[in-house]
């Protein structure tokens, strides 16, 4: 983990890192002890959330990481969390809570997309803080998001460096000023809506359904089923050649199949059911008509036999044998297993008992691959590893036949088809806002369009700079002011003190100091004959000005834009438009223009023409906290129908205060 640099570089993958604090010199050998039974009290407190967690790639895991340069020793974890976006927040959930329950120990967790918690929260983060000085300032400890800060004015604060800070600085920051560095309300509450819900939210993520599966693949998931996930996976991301040994099946036969029930994450069942799939007519895996009944039950079964048989096509069945008895043996296992009754895993299931069985063999799941994980060397693949448990798990098929009569009932997958009032309601959670309520006709009748302008008003008085424009949301700030008088002034010595001179583009460095300050020009000492040209080159902007009135006057421009003109006679008659169209074009083009209800007309003809969709105009609104009612009437709004509208409401023109 180097001072500046992402944590994690792998695609869709997380890390987490936990470091124990003070940060004290300590032997080598018994840190690295001390850490270690942190490791296992960890897996093991948490082992009743973790153990029966289905995971899309890989779980979550904990070991021993060297110090390295100026990181100190510390235990470390990286999960590929996949498509499956949740297993990720799952992940900081779970780092949330262990700092909760250590408060000795403060974590740090990054994905390849960097500082993901600040992502999650970018709409309330300070302006200081950028990728660029990022690095190793968020923390959590004590269950609490923490945000080291950078300070206001260098010396101000003499225990903030001025610069991101190394890793030992920041866990000296958090160990000395842990109420100084939290991150504010907002902050957090941001990152906790992410995750509220958990643990509870484990079981909502899940889907049951009925398969169609060879009696083998039923008897593997009854024991251990999170190897659900390395089939789904399988066939999903299958290929030409993986599909070469499900011609002929040789593992999973079909004629084998009976009905059982599986439980997938919903990530998974998606996965399954969107991909279309016609089974080689070789396979044996012949399918019922889509109208029967258990048509899905069959569909299901096939694709998932077909994803285990490209797993175990991967490998061969005389695989390493230091593999199988690595996955069977370890000298801490009876520790483990011993630690895991004293914090009631076992939950008071009688010892030798079916479901005491069952919590076992998820025990020792979850012990191989998250606390006694093998070195990649030593590691199985999913498919050796059904090999090995196909040759060492005896099972009964008719046992299994039996228990077709009693499957529970299978869940509801509508949660599959959003309907467009549930996905709004979906993207108001995700940015944090309450549900809209439903807008009445008379709210929708008395909105007031001063908001849209007045809106647009302060957006443009804000100050943009290369990193875009300021969005009108601080109210603390003052509006920038505009002195028009020295501006003309400005103006007028750039030109220079002769018209030819002023079609020029080449600027001394002289014409520039002057831009520079209010003080630099005097109008005092300048020549009577600097003033009359100066004079001369205003007026000859007036006549260039007037001559492109008197050529606009001719084209249809001047007919685009709403004029006082216009909305006087509108106010009084609607049925006079055409007579104000054949009134002339010089008269509409010289008559002022009302620039408030043209920006109102334009903004709504664009909000109208999205269609309920995203698009400039309602991004550009949003952005400044304007929400425009829905659309109720469908039909084409002609623009003087709007402007009408907006006349009714007396928006207030660009002057007034």
């Known amino acids: 983990m180097e001072e500046n640099t992402k944590l994690a570089t792998m695609e869709d993958t997380v890390e987490y890192h936990l470091f124990l604090i003070p940060d004290e010199l300590r032997d080598p050998e018994k840190h690295k002890e001390i850490l270690q039974k942190y490791i296992e009290r960890i897996m093991t407190q948490f082992a009743p959330m973790l153990a ?158 009925h398969c169609f599966l060879p009696a083998s693949i039923v008897a593997l998931l009854k024991q251990h089923p999170r190897l659900v996930a390395a089939g789904v996976q399988a066939f999903y991301l299958r290929d030409p050649i993986d599909l070469r040994a499900c011609r002929v099946f040789k593992t999973f036969l079909p004629e084998t199949r009976i009905m059982t029930s599986v439980t997938f994450t919903k990530c998974l069942y998606a996965q399954l059911v969107q991909q279309r799939f016609v089974p080689d007519r070789r396979s044996g895996y012949k399918m019922p008509p889509p109208s029967h009944p258990q048509y899905r039950a069959h569909e299901l079964g096939m694709k998932l036999a077909h994803g285990f048989e490209i797993l175990c096509s991967k490998c061969s069945p005389h695989f390493s044998e230091s593999k199988k008895s690595f996955m069977t043996t370890s000298p801490l296992w009876a520790g483990f297993l011993e630690s895991l009754k004293k914090n009631d895993y076992f939950k008071g299931l009688i010892e030798g008992s079916a479901q005491y069985q069952a919590r076992l063999e998820m025990a020792k799941n979850y012990f191989q691959l998250s606390v006694n994980r093998p070195e990649s060397s030593l590691a199985m693949s999913p498919g050796e590893e059904i090999l090995t448990l196909l040759q060492t798990m005896p099972f009964d098929i008719e046992e299994l036949k039996k228990e077709e009569a009693n499957l529970p009932p299978e869940d509801d997958d509508q949660w599959l088809d959003l309907s467009p009032d549930q996905l709004d309601q979906l993207l108001q959670e995700v940015a944090g806002k309450k549900e809209a309520e439903p807008t009445s006709k008379k709210e929708e009748q008395n909105y007031d369009l001063n908001q849209v302008s007045e809106s647009m008003k302060a957006f443009i008085s804000k100050v943009s700079t290369h990193k875009g424009a300021e969005l009108p949301r601080e109210p603390s700030e003052a509006p920038i002011t505009f002195d028009a008088d020295s501006f003309l002034n400005y103006f007028d010595k750039i030109l220079g003190p002769s018209p030819h001179e002023s079609d020029s583009d080449d600027l001394d460095e002289e014409d520039f100091e002057c831009l520079d300050s209010d003080d630099d020009l005097d109008l005092k000492t300048e020549a009577a004959g600097e003033e009359a040209s100066v004079k001369g080159t205003l007026n000859n902007l007036k006549s260039y000005m007037a001559q492109m009135d008197r050529e606009l006057a001719y084209t249809s421009i001047g007919k685009s834009f709403t004029t006082q003109k216009q909305m006087e006679s509108l106010s009084q008659t609607t049925n006079n438009n055409s007579d104000e169209e054949d009134s002339g074009a010089g008269g509409s083009v010289m008559t002022p223009v009302d620039v408030d209800l043209n920006l109102v007309s334009n903004i709504l003809e664009s909000y109208s023409s999205q269609a309920g969709l995203a698009g400039p105009a309602s991004n550009l609104l949003q952005s400044m906290g304007v929400q425009l009612p829905d659309n109720s009437d469908h039909r084409p709004t002609s623009t003087y129908k709007v402007l009408k509208s907006a006349e009714e409401r007396r928006i207030k023109p660009l002057d007034s205060p």
């Open 52 to 209: 029966p967690y289905i995971w899309q790639n890989q779980p979550f895991n904990l070991r021993y990481n060297p110090g390295k340069g100026n990181v100190p020793a510390h235990m470390f974890g990286v999960t590929k969390f996949g498509d499956n976006i949740e297993d990720e927040w799952f992940i900081v959930y779970i780092v949330k809570q262990i700092t909760k329950e250590f408060p000795e120990l403060v974590a740090r967790i990054e994905d390849n997309d960097g500082e993901f918690l600040l992502i999650e929260a970018a709409d309330f983060l300070p302006k200081w803080l950028d990728p660029e000085n990022s690095a190793n300032r968020v923390f959590f400890q004590r269950g609490e998001l923490c945000l080291i800060p950078a300070p206001r004015k260098p010396g101000t604060m003499s225990w903030l460096p001025t610069t991101p800070p190394t890793v030992p600085q920041a866990l000296n920051i958090i160990s000395t000023h842990p109420e100084e560095i939290l991150a504010s309300e907002s902050i957090r509450a941001a990152v906790n809506r992410r995750i509220r819900g958990y643990p509870e939210k484990i079981q909502a993520s899940l889907h049951r359904a």
